[in-house]
C-alpha cells in the first residue's frame, strides 16, 4: 500500500512539513532546520526510488515506465491525477539535490534575516514537486501559484530597498503572466472540454477545422505565460536583476524554477503537437527555435557586459533555458530523439552549476573574515538591519577557502562554459551531433544554433575568467575565511557535477529512453484512462505495492 502511494509523497512531504513549521516559534530555528533537511532528505531518497521504477515500470501501471496515481480514486479525465514518467522523475531528483545544499547554506547566516524561512522553502519544493507530476493543466496552474507564492516571500527574506524593488518587479510580471495561464486555461477549455493532458493529446487531432485556430490562440497564450516563466526573451527583462538581488540560497533555487516552464513547455508541446497532432502537428515549432537562439543571445551578451558575478550567474541561466527551448523547437520540428536527450543532460548540469555559482557569490565577494563581517559590507545593498548582525554565530569550521573557492569556481566555468569532460562539453557535443545529423532540419536555423552553442561558451569562458582574475590574482586582500556550512554545499554540487559526467553514458542512456518516450506519446495519452481505481480492483490487488 505505501508503495503505490509513493507518488503523491513528494507533495505531501514539503506540505506537511512547511505547515508543521508554522507553529513553531521563530526562534527555533535549529529545530526548523534539522526538520527541514530530514524531509528534503526524504524526498531526495523517494525521488531516487521513483526514477528506479520508471526505468524498470511503474508499480501501477507498467506503460514503458509510466505511472498513474488517481487522487480521491477518480476515473480520468475527470478527477486529478499525477503522472510518474522518467522526465518526471529525474526533474525530482534534481530538485531535491538543489535544495539540500541550499538548506544548509541558508543556515550559515540567511535563515535569520526573515520569519519562516524553512517553511516557504519546503512550500516551493512542494509547488516545484507537484508541477513536475501533474498531469492536469489547471494543476499544473496551482502548482506554479503555490511555488510563486513560496517565491514571492523568499526573494523578499532580508527586505532591502533592491531587492525590494526587484522583489515588486518580479510579483507584478508573475501575477500578469498567471492571468494569461488562466485565460490559456479558459481557451482550451472551451474547445476540447478537458484539461487532463493526456486527454488533450487524444483530442487534439480530431478537433474540427472551424475549432482549431481558437485551440492555438489558447496554447499560445498558455506558452507566452510559460515562456515568462522560463525567462525567455523579450520575456525576461525581469529575471537577472530579481536573481542577483536574491539571497544566495534562494537564487540557487531560481536555478531550477526557470526550468518549470521549460518543462511545461516541453512537456504540452510534445504531447499536443507531436507526430500524433494531426493539422497541429509542429505547431510553435520554429517560434521555439527562433525565441530560442534569441535568448541565447541576449543571455551570452548579458555574460560579457555583466560586471558582477550575480548579474553574469542570472544570465548563465537564460542561456541555459534558451539552449533548451531551442532544442525543443527542432524536436517538434522532426529533429528526433537525439537532440533531446542532449539538451535534457544539459540541462541537468546545468542548472547545478548555475546553483553552485549562485552560492560562490557572497565568499568570493567577502574582504575579511566571518560571515557577520559580510553582513555588514552587504548592509546597505539587502537592508539587513544591524540588530540581526548580532544574532550571527561566531562558532563553526572557519576554513581559509581561497583555493576551494577557485577550484569550485573553475568547475562551474567549465562546465557552463562547455569545455569539457563536464556535462556541458558532453551535453553540447550531443546537441551538435544531432542537429548536424538531421537532414530534416532548415540547414540555417540548424547551423546558427550551432554557432550560438559555441558563441556562448566563449563568451561565458571570457566573461566569468574575468570575474576570476579580479577576484583570485588580482586582489591582494587577506585571504577570506569561510564557514563550513558555506563551502561545503558548493562541493557538494561540484561532487554531484563530477558524477554526472563520470556516470555520463549511464546518464545519456537514460535521458535518452526519456526523449523517446516524449516522442511516443501513446503510453502517457492512453494510460491514463487504462489505469483502474481503486475500487474497480480485484480484492486481492488492492493492498499489493
Known amino acids: 500500500m505505501i508503495g503505490e502511494h509513493l507518488i503523491i509523497a513528494p507533495i505531501l512531504i514539503p506540505f506537511v512539513t512547511g505547515a508543521l513549521m508554522l507553529l513553531y516559534d521563530d526562534r527555533r530555528r535549529e529545530a526548523k532546520f534539522w526538520l527541514s533537511v530530514i524531509a528534503t532528505a526524504a524526498q531526495l531518497l523517494i525521488a531516487v526510488e521513483l526514477v528506479i521504477r520508471a526505468k524498470a515500470g511503474g ?112 510579483i507584478a510580471i508573475n501575477l500578469a503572466a498567471s492571468l494569461l495561464f488562466l485565460i490559456g486555461v479558459s481557451l482550451i477549455y472551451g474547445v476540447t472540454g478537458t484539461l487532463n493532458m493526456g486527454h488533450l493529446a487524444n483530442l487534439v487531432a480530431t478537433v474540427p477545422v472551424e475549432d482549431r485556430p481558437l485551440l492555438h490562440a489558447g496554447v499560445a497564450v ?29 537564487g540557487a533555487m531560481f536555478a531550477i524554477m526557470t526550468k518549470v516552464g521549460v518543462y511545461a513547455i516541453l512537456r504540452l508541446s510534445m504531447l499536443l503537437f507531436g507526430e500524433t497532432g494531426g493539422a497541429s502537428a509542429g505547431f510553435g515549432a520554429s517560434v521555439l527555435i527562433l525565441l530560442g537562439m534569441a535568448t541565447v543571445l541576449f543571455g551570452l551578451l548579458g555574460v560579457l557586459s555583466s560586471q558582477g558575478l550575480g548579474r553574469m550567474a542570472a544570465h548563465s541561466v537564460l542561456v541555459s533555458s534558451g539552449t533548451v527551448l531551442g532544442i525543443t523547437g527542432f524536436a517538434l520540428a522532426g529533429g528526433g530523439p537525439a537532440m533531446l536527450s542532449g539538451a535534457l543532460y544539459y540541462l541537468i548540469g546545468s542548472v547545478l552549476a548555475t546553483g553552485a555559482l549562485f552560492l560562490l557569490i557572497e565568499p568570493m565577494d567577502r574582504e575579511d573574515g566571518g560571515i557577520a563581517a559580510m553582513l555588514a559590507l552587504t548592509a546597505d545593498a539587502y537592508g539587513i538591519d544591524d540588530a540581526d548582525l548580532d544574532e550571527v554565530p561566531d562558532e563553526g569550521l572557519a ?116 526523449a523517446q518516450a516524449l516522442h511516443d506519446t501513446a503510453a502517457y495519452s492512453y494510460g491514463v484512462f487504462a489505469t483502474p481505481r481503486a475500487a474497480d480492483r480485484p480484492e486481492g490487488q488492492k493492498d499489493q505495492p
Open 59 to 170: 508499480d501501477i501501471s507498467d506503460a514503458k515506465g509510466i505511472s498513474f496515481y488517481l487522487l480521491g480514486d477518480w476515473a480520468a479525465p475527470y478527477g486529478i491525477v499525477l503522472v510518474l514518467d522518467r522526465l518526471a522523475a529525474m526533474m525530482l531528483v534534481l530538485t531535491a539535490l538543489l535544495a539540500i545544499p541550499s538548506l544548509v547554506y541558508a543556515h550559515a547566516a540567511w535563515d535569520r534575516q526573515g520569519p519562516h524561512y524553512y517553511s516557504m522553502f519546503q512550500f516551493l519544493l512542494m509547488g516545484l514537486n507537484g508541477a513536475f507530476l501533474t498531469g492536469d493543466v489547471f494543476n499544473l496552474f496551482v502548482f506554479f501559484e503555490i511555488l510563486l507564492a513560496a517565491s514571492y516571500g523568499l526573494l523578499l527574506h532580508g527586505s532591502g530597498q533592491l531587492r525590494v524593488r526587484a522583489g515588486m518587479h518580479y
Open 222 to 250: 498558455l506558452a507566452v505565460a510559460f515562456l515568462v516563466k522560463a525567462g525567455s526573451w523579450p520575456l525576461s527583462f525581469w529575471l537577472p536583476t530579481a536573481y542577483m538581488a536574491a539571497a544566495a540560497p534562494v
Open 399 to 514: 576554513i581559509p577557502a581561497m583555493t576551494v573557492l577557485g577550484i569550485c569556481f573553475a568547475l562551474c566555468v567549465l562546465m557552463l562554459a562547455g569545455l569539457p569532460p563536464l556535462p556541458g562539453f558532453i551535453g553540447k557535443l550531443a546537441m551538435v551531433q544531432a542537429l548536424i545529423a538531421q537532414a530534416a532540419l532548415p540547414a540555417g536555423l540548424a547551423w546558427t544554433f550551432i554557432a550560438l552553442l559555441i558563441l556562448s561558451g566563449f563568451a561565458t569562458l571570457i566573461g566569468m575568467a574575468r570575474i576570476g582574475i579580479q577576484t583570485f590574482w588580482a586582489s591582494d586582500i587577506a585571504l577570506p575565511r569561510v564557514l563550513a556550512l558555506e563551502i561545503a554545499p558548493v562541493i557538494a554540487l561540484m561532487v554531484v557535477l563530477a558524477l554526472t559526467s563520470f556516470k555520463a553514458e549511464a546518464m545519456l542512456r537514460y535521458t535518452a529512453g526519456t
